[in-house]
Protein backbone atom coordinates (compact mmCIF):
# COMPACT_ATOMS: atom_id res chain seq x y z
CA UNK A 1 0.00 0.00 0.00
CA UNK A 2 1.41 3.40 -1.00
CA UNK A 3 1.82 6.46 1.46
CA UNK A 4 -1.06 8.28 -0.26
CA UNK A 5 -3.37 6.06 -0.22
CA UNK A 6 -2.42 4.69 3.70
CA UNK A 7 -2.77 8.71 4.56
CA UNK A 8 -6.31 8.36 3.14
CA UNK A 9 -7.50 5.54 5.14
CA UNK A 10 -6.03 6.70 8.25
CA UNK A 11 -8.18 9.93 8.03
CA UNK A 12 -11.39 7.14 8.43
CA UNK A 13 -10.54 6.86 11.86
CA UNK A 14 -12.65 7.71 14.97
CA UNK A 15 -11.63 8.03 18.59
CA UNK A 16 -13.75 5.27 20.64
CA UNK A 17 -14.30 8.23 23.71
CA UNK A 18 -15.14 11.33 21.46
CA UNK A 19 -18.52 11.89 22.57
CA UNK A 20 -19.42 13.54 19.59
CA UNK A 21 -20.16 9.51 18.44
CA UNK A 22 -23.37 7.85 20.17
CA UNK A 23 -23.52 4.39 20.62
CA UNK A 24 -26.59 2.94 20.58
CA UNK A 25 -28.02 1.01 23.82
CA UNK A 26 -30.46 -1.23 22.10
CA UNK A 27 -29.94 -3.66 18.94
CA UNK A 28 -32.77 -2.96 16.27
CA UNK A 29 -34.34 -4.62 13.81
CA UNK A 30 -36.29 -4.69 10.26
CA UNK A 31 -37.91 -1.02 9.77
CA UNK A 32 -34.45 0.79 9.26
CA UNK A 33 -36.14 4.13 8.10
CA UNK A 34 -38.74 3.93 10.58
CA UNK A 35 -35.99 2.96 13.00
CA UNK A 36 -33.59 6.46 12.39
CA UNK A 37 -36.68 8.59 11.71
CA UNK A 38 -38.02 7.70 15.17
CA UNK A 39 -34.48 8.70 16.48
CA UNK A 40 -34.65 12.34 15.10
CA UNK A 41 -38.20 12.51 16.45
CA UNK A 42 -36.59 11.46 19.94
CA UNK A 43 -33.87 13.68 19.51
CA UNK A 44 -35.89 16.41 18.55
CA UNK A 45 -38.61 15.86 21.68
CA UNK A 46 -35.75 15.38 24.38
CA UNK A 47 -33.29 18.21 23.40
CA UNK A 48 -36.02 21.27 22.33
CA UNK A 49 -32.53 23.56 21.07
CA UNK A 50 -31.62 20.99 18.81
CA UNK A 51 -32.63 22.38 15.65
CA UNK A 52 -32.98 19.17 13.49
CA UNK A 53 -33.52 21.45 10.11
CA UNK A 54 -30.04 22.30 10.05
CA UNK A 55 -28.57 18.71 11.18
CA UNK A 56 -27.52 15.80 9.18
CA UNK A 57 -27.42 12.05 10.37
CA UNK A 58 -24.17 10.24 10.36
CA UNK A 59 -24.17 6.85 11.05
CA UNK A 60 -20.78 4.70 11.03
CA UNK A 61 -21.30 1.14 10.40
CA UNK A 62 -18.99 -1.68 10.86
CA UNK A 63 -17.06 0.28 13.52
CA UNK A 64 -14.17 -2.18 14.55
CA UNK A 65 -10.68 -1.59 16.48
CA UNK A 66 -8.66 -0.38 14.10
CA UNK A 67 -6.03 -2.72 12.54
CA UNK A 68 -3.19 -0.44 13.29
CA UNK A 69 -3.59 -1.11 17.12
CA UNK A 70 -4.09 2.65 17.78
CA UNK A 71 -5.46 2.98 21.40
CA UNK A 72 -8.80 3.72 21.32
CA UNK A 73 -9.38 4.49 17.99
CA UNK A 74 -11.92 2.83 16.10
CA UNK A 75 -12.18 2.12 12.08
CA UNK A 76 -15.52 1.93 10.13
CA UNK A 77 -16.59 0.79 6.70
CA UNK A 78 -19.39 2.77 5.92
CA UNK A 79 -19.70 6.08 6.60
CA UNK A 80 -23.28 7.41 5.17
CA UNK A 81 -24.72 10.85 5.29
CA UNK A 82 -28.27 11.92 5.17
CA UNK A 83 -30.87 15.06 6.17
CA UNK A 84 -33.29 14.88 8.35
CA UNK A 85 -35.64 13.47 5.93
CA UNK A 86 -32.89 10.63 5.68
CA UNK A 87 -32.23 12.05 1.92
CA UNK A 88 -28.69 10.47 0.67
CA UNK A 89 -26.31 13.64 1.13
CA UNK A 90 -23.13 11.52 0.94
CA UNK A 91 -20.92 8.53 2.13
CA UNK A 92 -17.18 7.51 2.65
CA UNK A 93 -16.21 3.46 2.59
CA UNK A 94 -12.96 2.70 4.05
CA UNK A 95 -13.73 -1.18 2.88
CA UNK A 96 -14.01 -1.76 -0.69
CA UNK A 97 -13.52 -5.52 -1.16
CA UNK A 98 -10.58 -6.02 -2.56
CA UNK A 99 -7.45 -3.99 -1.73
CA UNK A 100 -6.56 -1.01 -4.55
CA UNK A 101 -2.76 -0.54 -5.19
CA UNK A 102 -2.98 3.25 -5.15
CA UNK A 103 -5.33 6.25 -3.94
CA UNK A 104 -6.88 6.84 -7.04
CA UNK A 105 -7.95 3.49 -7.61
CA UNK A 106 -9.52 3.08 -4.23
CA UNK A 107 -11.23 7.07 -4.98
CA UNK A 108 -12.66 5.23 -7.85
CA UNK A 109 -14.02 2.63 -6.68
CA UNK A 110 -15.44 4.21 -4.05
CA UNK A 111 -17.05 7.04 -6.25
CA UNK A 112 -18.36 4.20 -7.96
CA UNK A 113 -20.06 2.20 -5.17
CA UNK A 114 -21.54 5.94 -3.59
CA UNK A 115 -23.29 6.45 -6.62
CA UNK A 116 -24.60 3.19 -7.14
CA UNK A 117 -26.00 3.89 -3.28
CA UNK A 118 -27.07 7.90 -3.81
CA UNK A 119 -29.31 6.32 -7.77
CA UNK A 120 -31.04 3.70 -5.12
CA UNK A 121 -31.96 6.29 -2.56
CA UNK A 122 -33.05 8.97 -5.11
CA UNK A 123 -36.63 8.06 -5.76
CA UNK A 124 -38.90 10.73 -5.52
CA UNK A 125 -41.67 8.03 -4.80
CA UNK A 126 -41.52 8.18 -0.94
CA UNK A 127 -42.36 4.29 -1.06
CA UNK A 128 -39.58 3.39 -3.43
CA UNK A 129 -37.15 6.07 -1.27
CA UNK A 130 -38.22 4.12 2.19
CA UNK A 131 -38.01 0.18 0.53
CA UNK A 132 -34.52 1.16 -1.39
CA UNK A 133 -33.30 2.80 2.27
CA UNK A 134 -34.46 -0.10 4.26
CA UNK A 135 -32.96 -3.24 1.61
CA UNK A 136 -29.75 -1.03 1.55
CA UNK A 137 -29.26 -0.33 5.02
CA UNK A 138 -30.68 -4.57 5.57
CA UNK A 139 -27.21 -5.51 2.98
CA UNK A 140 -25.10 -3.83 4.97
CA UNK A 141 -26.10 -5.22 8.57
CA UNK A 142 -25.86 -8.71 7.10
CA UNK A 143 -22.96 -8.20 5.74
CA UNK A 144 -21.17 -7.59 8.53
CA UNK A 145 -23.39 -8.89 11.04
CA UNK A 146 -24.03 -5.42 12.61
CA UNK A 147 -25.07 -4.85 16.20
CA UNK A 148 -25.33 -1.79 18.33
CA UNK A 149 -21.47 -2.53 19.88
CA UNK A 150 -20.49 -1.49 15.68
CA UNK A 151 -22.83 1.09 14.53
CA UNK A 152 -22.86 4.62 16.25
CA UNK A 153 -23.56 7.94 14.69
CA UNK A 154 -23.17 11.81 15.05
CA UNK A 155 -25.74 14.53 14.60
CA UNK A 156 -24.05 17.47 12.66
CA UNK A 157 -24.70 20.85 11.54
CA UNK A 158 -24.85 21.73 7.92
Same mark, same amino acid.
Request: hydrophobic share 35%; with cysteine; proline share 3%.
Given at each position: ????????????????????????????????????????????????????????????????????? $?? @?????? +?? *??? %?????? #??????????????????????????????????????????????? $?? @?????? +?? *??? %?????? #????
Amino acid at each position: MNDELRAILQKQIIDKDDPRFEFFSDDFYGDFYDFFLNLLKFKGLTNPDLDLDNLNLIPYLDVHPDKHN $LI @GKMAYS +YK *LGF %DTKLNF #LNGLMKEIGASPDTAQEYERVQEQILTKISEELSSKNQNKHIEHFNV $LL @GQIFQK +YN *LNK %DNICYQ #LLKK
